[in-house]
């Protein structure tokens, strides 16, 4: 049975955007083409994210209760709004999908490498259908949990891999010119940082929405601050080799050794990675479910949960021919793919939503009338 329209406190709604925006993060190279550079793309992309941000939080506070689609309807007409609409369920099924290919990978190479690839992706799949048909209130609960142990796990590896750092590896700066910087910091801004412009869906359940905005810029700020530590923790571990591998945090986690006894931690923290996982597809298929019901002017999400859940594990497997394709679309094609998903539209609703606003100032003044003359005695 459907339930009511379920309302989210703005702690367990940054906790999802938290795990959502570290997600595959925790796992990949991040500005890989800046080198040991990577750091200062990641503050540039930072700063230029909080404005991308602070657009799709603006418009949900000025139309509170209304989500991106709902808003689109009422600037652009129903069919434009609509057209929004598949939009965004595409994108969000298309990003869940990348995302399952993604861990499926990882469990892959470094865990499970004789088990058949779609066993794993059913196994993840099914979770993430079951956390998005018990509603975003359970995520969220699930979400706090989780990040619990990861900030745990972020915060105990870089104390035991400290004795191995070598800080000359972030030495000298900037020796490539900014070139390399600024494709880094626009490839940071496509992934991850922007690709929370799915929560626009989400922001309308907020039990505070006159918080949103602030909520969804701290938490951006956050996440990309704990983006920032990572690196440079892979870069002083590993150096220039930590923008060449595919998985540099995995390999980073092998120089822990605690008395010569508890070594090989790595295996355990890939339990943490695929927490962070499982937040980001249950996102990316709650979102394109919600976008089709709002589409379809239904009321039951839950309908289109189990068909895009079967569509996404079995797009998965086809969607890369091998890795080097994934990687390859990932670091080349991905961040100008995105770009109108996670800038052009909601840039062009800010813009008609001031345009409506001022429009109807003068409109609201005429309807008053002239204001009448006090008689002067």
């Keep these: 049975m459907e339930k009511g329209v379920e309302r989210l406190p703005n702690t367990g709604f940054a906790a999802v955007m938290y795990m959502f925006l570290l997600g595959s993060t925790l796992t990949l190279p991040l500005a890989a083409v800046a080198g040991h550079d990577a750091w200062i793309s990641i503050l540039l992309a930072i700063a230029v994210s909080l404005g991308i941000v602070w657009m799709y939080s603006h418009l949900c506070q000025l139309y509170p209760g209304k989500n991106l689609i709902e808003i689109g309807e009422e600037l652009f007409g129903v069919w434009i709004g609509r057209l929004i609409g598949i939009c965004y369920a595409w994108y969000a099924f298309h990003l869940g999908v990348m995302v399952v290919r993604n861990f499926t990978e990882l469990i892959l190479m470094v865990a499970l490498p004789k088990t058949p690839p779609v066993v794993i992706a059913a196994v993840m799949v099914a979770t993430v259908l079951w956390a998005a048909y018990a509603g975003i209130e359970v995520l969220a609960r699930c979400s706090i949990f989780i990040l619990g142990f990861v900030l745990t796990e972020g915060m105990f590896s870089i104390i035991f891999m400290g004795k191995d750092f070598q800080p000359s590896n972030l030495l000298p700066v900037i020796d490539k010119g900014w070139t390399p910087i600024l494709q880094g910091m626009t490839g940071l801004i496509g992934f991850p940082l922007c690709e929370t412009v799915l929560f626009a869906m989400i922001i309308p359940q907020l039990n505070k929405i006159e ?167």
Excluded: H
């Design 211 to 377: 918080q949103a905005k602030k909520t969804v810029l701290w938490t951006t700020v956050a996440g990309g601050l704990l983006l920032l530590l990572i690196n440079i923790r892979n870069t002083l571990i590993l150096g220039e080799l930590s923008s060449r591998l595919i998985y540099p945090s995995y390999t980073a986690y092998q120089y822990i050794s605690i008395a010569d006894f508890i070594e090989r931690v790595e295996p355990a923290v890939i339990f943490t990675w695929v927490m962070g996982g499982f937040v980001k597809i249950c996102v990316c298929l709650y979102v394109s479910a919600k976008s089709l019901t709002t589409i379809l002017s239904s009321k039951r999400f839950r309908t289109y949960l189990v068909p895009l859940s079967i569509l996404m594990l079995l797009y998965s497997r086809i969607i890369y021919r091998n890795n080097a394709e994934m990687i390859f679309f990932a670091g080349e094609v991905y961040q100008w793919y995105v770009a109108p998903f996670e800038i052009i539209i909601p840039l062009l609703m800010l813009l008609a939503a001031a345009w409506a606003k001022r429009k109807k100032k003068p409109s609201s003044l005429s309807e008053e009338g002239p204001i009448p003359e006090v008689p002067v005695t």
